[in-house]
């Protein structure tokens, strides 16, 4: 006798999305590359917003699914010389992995500064923060969200993978975030 699971049945179906038919590490991959930038592997079947022309000096991709209220979301920017945004990979990290005393989120965390992975110049940073969802709502739902930074310096600019899933679901997508981190073509 088979056995398919009711998950893969009704999605099948039409009654579930196709991506709660398999776990997430077992989701495709597809090559991705922009330019003379940078080339990685991203998830099939999400949708995409490719920045290749940007006066700013920030060249990347952006990729999301709907989880719920709120989107998964891994994106990977290349930061050039003469950037709008941050001088160096240092200044990247400096401004962004510590709070901001202006804009202080009840229950919002940073994590330290880390080595991305052994043998890899790569810094790594986390963090837990919120997505208040409907944005305009009197009364929004506090969606608690976790971002992985990483960055990579490169001979010229830097280049930043960023993933930011809900905390449910975090460990679950977090091997997806890690092929395309780990799949980084710099090519400047």
């Not at 999305?17 to 592997?41: D, Q, R, S, T, W």
């Not at 700013?56 to 989107?71: A, M, R």
């Not at 989120?105 to 330290?112: D, H, L, N, S």
Request: proline content about 8%.
């Amino acid at each position: 006798m088979t056995k398919i699971s009711l998950p893969l049945l009704l999605s099948a179906l039409g009654a579930l999305p196709a991506h709660c038919a398999a776990p997430v590490e077992n989701a495709g991959m597809e090559k991705f590359a922009i330019g003379g930038y940078f080339e990685c592997l991203l998830p099939a079947g999400w949708s995409r917003n490719v920045n290749d022309e940007n006066p700013d000096k920030v060249f990347g991709v952006e990729v999301f699914q709907t989880t719920g209220p709120v989107q998964a979301v891994i994106s990977v920017d290349y930061y050039a010389p003469g950037n709008a945004m941050y001088r160096s990979a240092v200044s990247f990290i400096r401004a962004n992995s510590k709070e901001d005393k202006t804009l202080k989120v009840e229950g919002e965390k940073y994590g330290p500064v880390v080595p991305w992975r052994s043998g890899d110049p790569g810094k790594m940073f986390d963090r837990r923060t919120f997505d208040f969802v409907p944005p305009d709502s009197a009364k929004p739902e506090k969606v608690a969200m976790i971002e992985r930074h990483v960055v990579r310096e490169s001979k010229k600019g830097f280049y930043v993978l960023r993933c930011r899933f809900p905390e449910k679901i975090f460990k679950e997508y977090l091997p997806m975030f890690n092929k395309v981190a780990g799949s980084l073509r710099t090519l400047k």
